[in-house]
């Protein structure tokens, strides 16, 4: 029996709140001695640390370094190495593009292409703007081949994503991408025999756009790679009888959490949108994911300072979250994002949980090192949605 | 996906260099209220234990007591549940009887038969000397048999190996030992049918010994038991993408490395040995496994005073490891052999690693109480390898 299966069958139903804060990209490293929560002024937080319990975890294991799609599937109880998320299925959660079950995903580049060779995998980093007009005028011409239906949302620069939407499509696809410039393009090969139909309509979707392109300069072909199809999984209520909320501002996230069942309520990016949406909606939902952006993103600019102040920003917005009284406050992080590696990293999340169900580890103040002392040790990021649950007396007795 | 697809996946070259430092036995149990590493004066080690990060680890899981092929295996990354070394190969490592793909090998024993019966299972434990001119004369009596190449090392006292050589050898044979004094000898049994030819080999070989023997007054037998074969195992450089070197001073060590694809260089035994050839190698290469041997044989003699000077010889080549600027260094042990118990024993190990990017823990010495207040917390010992890697900027990152 694993966890999930575990879960169903112990998982109850009871008017206990939960509050999961994700804080992206909290833990840091010393620079010139103290990380970046080591040197915030997050009183707030410190409080969490000092009446609730602490620890550590692992996102993977120890030693790996997560995307965010993992990181966020083993928080929210899933094993993320049962459960992989193709990098089509992210990149089209990323831009904001809904994925349903017979949906097949791919990442896509404008290329150039001179005398049969692709010269330019990435047609000059075109403007934006080029691309979004390009993407309108594709999607106007092509609409629909042999039955399914064809979506392109641009992103930045040369990059889009497309989406074909039909019966019986499948992932088992090679990348319809040279890799290298100077060599001539490639299809989509099949890798399996029930992939062969899907191959021909995507191939024939590049053939099709590249002859509608032939007279823009650079812009000229596309190339195509990372099809993926959603993995079968199943959902948070189903697995832990939730009623699930996600407040995030994200499209990743949002994509992410909807993927999981999710009520998906989009708000700004500051922290105190964050407090204001639960406040709304506290009445109407039993488990609560609060995902907050600025930490990671200053963390991957390699930004201390800048860290620093939205460690600040979300600190200032706790009061609100306890005024509301939830029976479960966990306070965490998907992944660790240190300014000095600009980078997500391997190290391991800080983690409070506060309930009344748990002893009061009275650390003085919520840092990495402190939780490392912490009453719940150092844990793999999936052991947390068990004891929140456990927590909030969402979990029955497991045997006689 | 497990870690050693993970790890096959996300390993990448790179110049830098890990050192892990195996201090075999090292963990212990207060006399007189304090442990070995407590009572040993290891100012290097201690300053380890200050600027890097700590924790403890279990070789198998809490509570299991690892023999050295186990334990070294999980150091190593590798699950000791999924790969078994069977006793007949470790008892060839440890005698450095080198053990190929196509060898069957297995414990042996001379024995005293009489009147049909196996009346001394050990041969009154012959003198070692007399077992080595026994092996000699049957090696040059009996070489092959049915194109299999027969090969006998002798062990101390009554003890040796054997290894077979040759095509399609099986290791599903019962032993031909019959366990208990005063019964008859038995045969090796085929367990499968594609064991039947090499269980006709075996017995033929103890047969033609046997009758070789005849006029021996003690030793006029052999039994033979725990047959086995090489697990089919990956490198580590076909996991890890490291070029790695062995240091050793035991066969079973130097042996366990090379089933790993380590390349191998025999070493004095002492911790000065150990520095030398490191600094000798430290350009060729960018994994050094070094194994330190004299703890572990001090505790199993109980001998704590000798296990603390054991300590104190290997903590004095400290700055010298350091002094190469190895951008990680691993100190730990593959399991506890604690001078009260005189045997290894379930007891995590103590570990430190030092790198620029693990936190300094700050830790006022290295003993097994202060590692247990360490950041990276208690640990299953296969976790090692992964950290190692990931301190090293070895590893990508998982998912996007």
Same sequence: chains 1, 2.
């Avoid at 593009?97 to 995998?121: H, Q, Y």
């Avoid at 005024?323 to 600009?342: F, I, N, W």
């Amino acid at each position: 029996m694993n966890w999930e299966e575990l879960a169903k069958e112990l998982s109850q139903v009871n008017p206990a709140k939960i509050v999961l804060l994700v804080i992206d990209g909290l833990g840091g490293l010393p620079v010139d001695g103290q990380t970046e929560l080591e040197r915030a002024n997050h009183p707030n937080l410190n409080q969490l640390a000092w009446h609730g319990s602490c620890g550590l975890t692992d996102p993977v294991f120890p030693g790996i370094t997560p995307g965010s799609g993992p990181a966020h599937l083993a928080l929210f109880g899933y094993d993320p190495l049962k459960y992989q998320l193709g990098r089509g299925i992210l990149e089209a959660l990323g831009v904001g593009l809904e994925v349903g079950p017979n949906d097949l995903v791919a990442r896509g580049n404008f290329a150039t292409l001179k005398n049969g060779l692709i010269v330019d995998r990435r047609a000059g980093r075109i403007a934006t703007e080029i691309n979004q007009t390009l993407c309108q005028k594709i999607q106007e011409k092509i609409k629909i081949i042999d039955g399914v239906e064809i979506t392109l949302v641009a992103g930045r620069e040369h990059r889009f994503v497309v989406r074909f939407r039909g019966e019986n499509l499948h992932e088992a696809l090679s990348d319809a991408d040279p890799q290298k410039e100077g060599q001539p393009q490639v299809e989509a090969k099949p890798l399996t025999p029930e992939a062969e139909r899907s191959a021909s309509i995507v191939n024939n979707f590049i053939y099709q756009v590249t002859v509608f392109l032939k007279d823009e300069p650079v812009a000229n072909t596309i190339l195509l790679r990372g099809f993926s199809k959603l993995p079968a999984i199943p959902s948070m209520s189903e697995l832990y009888k939730i009623r699930p909320l996600a407040l995030a501002n994200y499209p990743m996230y949002k994509g992410l959490a909807k993927l999981l069942g999710m009520e998906v309520e989009s708000v700004g990016p500051s922290a105190e949108d964050l407090a204001t949406s639960l406040e709304k909606n506290f009445m109407f939902f039993d488990f609560f994911y609060l995902h907050f952006k600025k930490t990671d993103s200053a963390g991957e600019d390699g930004k201390v300072d800048k860290k620093v102040a939205a460690i600040e920003e979300i600190d200032a917005i706790i009061p609100r979250l306890l005024a509301l009284k939830p029976d479960v406050l966990c306070v965490t992080s998907d992944h660790s994002t240190p300014a000095l590696l600009k980078a997500h990293s391997w190290h391991p999340n800080p983690l409070i949980i506060l309930s009344s169900s748990l002893p009061a580890d009275n650390l003085p103040a919520f840092t990495e090192r402190n939780c490392a002392q912490g009453s719940l040790g150092r844990l793999p990021a999936k052991a947390v949605m068990p004891l929140l649950l456990a927590a909030a007396g969402k979990l029955k007795k497991y045997g006689a």
